[in-house]
């Protein structure tokens, strides 16, 4: 097993490393912090000076590629037995032999370890940030705590990590933290718990196999199926209340995007209701891309592109 990254060509060893790291999964850290720069800056994009346009740049690089990438090998790692009998990873390079354990372990370290040296360079507090991130992808994959398999704090540990943690560290890069809107922090919040429980719904069975003790489990499936659907219904109804108080939007913004709001909770409902494999992954999917929408409105209105009558 330790030879078989030696005996593969960079370009397979690239590819199988890059598909083993989920990029599409690295949305759930980099959504919140672009969402926490981009309120701060007012604006799409980075336009200069330059200094913001690099820290903009080596942030999105320390929450994406590299921690989101080690946090997912990290995890693979740790969870090699369940993996097997999972639909979802049981294809994987690591799961049929392609990588080894080891070299999947040591590139989750150097990712770690890079994501926390590009952080340096934005500032301290954002590297402060970073490693608070790194130890809840430590704590939460690996024994003795492995809090993946304590449920309630399996959630929580996304909620800080991806919801929270990341939307001040895409603020801090422009403004200081005693600034941030923190009413907002709900949206990140509820928006990481709609994501995260159709993961443990999927997870389901091979988690019960191998005696995996996640919310889902826990709780049952149906009962992870309401969760979900009520932090989706939270999360709009928290916009909605941002939009009554003229809190970030006015009013008007919600007479524009309501079809949008109930459009995402009944495909939420709709996609997850059969509390199977496909559903989960289409309830991911699809309100990935309405609450991207969504949320893209709002940056666009906040920054004062998106101009209503």
Known sequence: ????????????????????????FWGVSIMPFYIGWSLAARKIYPTGPSTEIIFFIL??????????????????????STDKHSRRKKNLPLMIGLLSPESVHRLAIALFVIAFILSLFVSLLFALFISICILLSLIYSAPPLRLKERSGLDLLTNVLGSGIICSFAGWIIV????EFPFFWILVPILGV?????????IDYDPDVKEGVKTIATYLGKKNAFYLGITFVILVNCVIIAMAISNYIISPKFILFTWPLVVIEIITYWYCLRNLDFKGGYYAILTFSILAGIG???????????????
């Not at 097993?1 to 990029?23: C, E, G, H, W």
């Not at 942030?59 to 090699?80: K, M, Q, S, W």
């Not at 949320?295 to 009558?309: C, D, E, R, S, T």
């Open 295 to 309: 949320n893209g409105l709002i940056l666009f209105y906040h920054a004062g592109i998106l101009i209503l009558p």
């Open 175 to 178: 403004k200081p933290i005693a």
């Open 1 to 24: 097993m330790n030879d078989i990254v030696a005996s593969l060509s960079p370009i397979k060893t690239f590819r199988y490393f890059f598909r083993q790291m989920a990029p599409l």
């Open 59 to 80: 942030g999105l690089l320390a929450v994406g590629p590299f921690l989101g990438g080690a946090t997912i090998l990290y995890n693979d790692y740790y969870d090699r």
């Open 193 to 201: 718990g709609a994501i995260y429980m159709p993961t443990t719904i």
